[in-house]
T-cell receptor, first 110, second 113 residues
Framework: RKEVEQDPGPFNVPEGATVAFNCTYSNSASQSFFWYRQDCRKEPKLLMSVYSSGNEDGRFTAQLNRASQYISLLIRDSKLSDSATYLCVVNPGTASKLTFGTGTRLQVTL | GAGVSQSPSNKVTEKGKDVELRCDPISGHTALYWYRQSLGQGLEFLIYFQGNSAPDKSGLPSDRFSAERTGGSVSTLTIQRTQQEDSAVYLC???????????FGPGTRLTVL
C-alpha cells in the first residue's frame, strides 16, 4: 500500500460547483498534514495545513479523520483559477521528510 | 524575503555528460530536499538534508546521482553520465526543520539529448 494515496482524476467541474478530494495515508503515527497546489509547469505551493479540528480558508475547507486515516479538501464555488493539481502531503513523524501524494487534477470549466 | 532559488532554470545536455544543479534554500532553513518530476508525473523524492545529520539518500535512483550541501546552506545535485531517462524537472525545497512546511524553488528543467 502506498504511504499516501490520491485519486488522480481529472475532476472536471463547472464554475461555481463544489468539489471534494480525499486522500488516505498508511502511517497511523503521522503527525501533520498539508494540501499543496501545483499549477501546470510550476512548482508546488502550500495551499493550507490541515488541523485536527478541521480548518477553513475562504472557499477551501480541510478536514482530518485520524480514525479512518484520511484527509479531505473541499472547494466551494469553484473558479477557473482553481484548475490545478492538488497534492496531499503527510509528515510521518517529527524531523522527517514529508511524503507527497501523486496529486489530484482539477479542471474547472465555464 | 527571498525564496528558494535554483540554477540553471533550464539545462540541455548530451547523453553521457555530467551536470550540476544548484539550490539556494531560504536563509535559516535547516532542511533541504531534492525531488524529480517527470512530465505529468508526481514528485519523486531523491535526497534530504537535515542540519548536520547524515543525509537521507534513499531516493537516489542510481550511483550516478549524488548531492552535497556545503556549510548547511547551498546544495548541489550532480548527475554523472546523464541518460535520456534523466530528463525531468528537478525541484529543490527547504523547510525550517524536517517535517515542516516545505517551500519549493522554481526547478531546473533538464533535457538530455
Amino acid at each position: 500500500r502506498k504511504e499516501v494515496e490520491q485519486d488522480p482524476g481529472p475532476f472536471n467541474v463547472p464554475e461555481g460547483a463544489t468539489v471534494a478530494f480525499n486522500c488516505t495515508y498508511s502511517n497511523s503515527a503521522s503527525q501533520s498534514f498539508f494540501w499543496y497546489r501545483q499549477d501546470c509547469r510550476k512548482e508546488p505551493k502550500l495551499l493550507m495545513s490541515v488541523y485536527s479540528s478541521g480548518n477553513e480558508d475562504g472557499r477551501f475547507t480541510a478536514q482530518l479523520n485520524r480514525a479512518s486515516q484520511y484527509i479531505s479538501l473541499l472547494i466551494r464555488d469553484s473558479k477557473l483559477s482553481d484548475s490545478a493539481t492538488y497534492l496531499c502531503v503527510v509528515n510521518p513523524g517529527t524531523a522527517s521528510k514529508l511524503t507527497f501524494g501523486t496529486g489530484t487534477r482539477l479542471q474547472v470549466t465555464l | 524575503g527571498a525564496g528558494v532559488s535554483q540554477s540553471p532554470s533550464n539545462k540541455v545536455t548530451e547523453k553521457g555528460k555530467d551536470v550540476e544543479l544548484r539550490c539556494d534554500p531560504i536563509s535559516g532553513h535547516t532542511a533541504l530536499y531534492w525531488y524529480r518530476q517527470s512530465l505529468g508525473q508526481g514528485l519523486e523524492f531523491l535526497i534530504y538534508f537535515q542540519g548536520n545529520s547524515a543525509p537521507d539518500k534513499s531516493g537516489l535512483p542510481s550511483d550516478r546521482f549524488s548531492a552535497e550541501r556545503t556549510g548547511g546552506s547551498v546544495s548541489t545535485l550532480t548527475i554523472q553520465r546523464t541518460q535520456q531517462e534523466d530528463s525531468a524537472v528537478y525541484l529543490c525545497a527547504s523547510s525550517l526543520t524536517g517535517g515542516n512546511t516545505q517551500y519549493f524553488g522554481p526547478g531546473t528543467r533538464l533535457t538530455v539529448l
